[in-house]
């Protein structure tokens, strides 16, 4: 439909220090980084779990952005659905923790939209 070109661009993932910057810019929106270094600590091995994925980095970074308790971060750190066999990157983890720990309300919309096919 868009023609046969058959050049592409392969995107890798991202280093670990990519996409921490990706996640450090919004997991601390409005707080000073050097003023939570264990969180900072928290926040690098959660990136690791990300497996270089952009997208897995926002998905949790959204999640934590307004948490300051370093028990909820170790939550997501130390969750079973990073262990999960099957899945063999860091994307769907990343979005079952995220779906998880929405709020009641907003599970429901997202469960009411999901049932519309595609398009």
């Known amino acids: 439909m868009m023609g046969g070109n058959k050049n592409f661009y392969e995107l890798k993932h991202l280093s670990d220090d990519d996409c921490w910057l990706v996640f450090q810019k919004h997991a601390f929106e409005n707080r000073n980084i050097n003023e939570h270094p264990n969180l900072a600590l928290i ?46 990157c860091g994307i769907l983890p990343a979005l079952r923790l995220s779906y998880n720990h929405l709020p009641y309300p907003l599970k429901r919309c997202y469960n009411y939209c999901a049932i519309f096919p595609k398009d």
């Open 43 to 88: 926040g690098r091995e959660i990136v690791k779990m990300c497996g270089g994925l952009p997208s897995a980095a926002k998905a949790l970074r959204g999640l934590l952005r307004h948490e300051e308790r370093e028990d909820k971060w170790n939550i997501i750190l130390t969750s079973k659905i990073w262990n999960f066999p099957g899945d063999k």
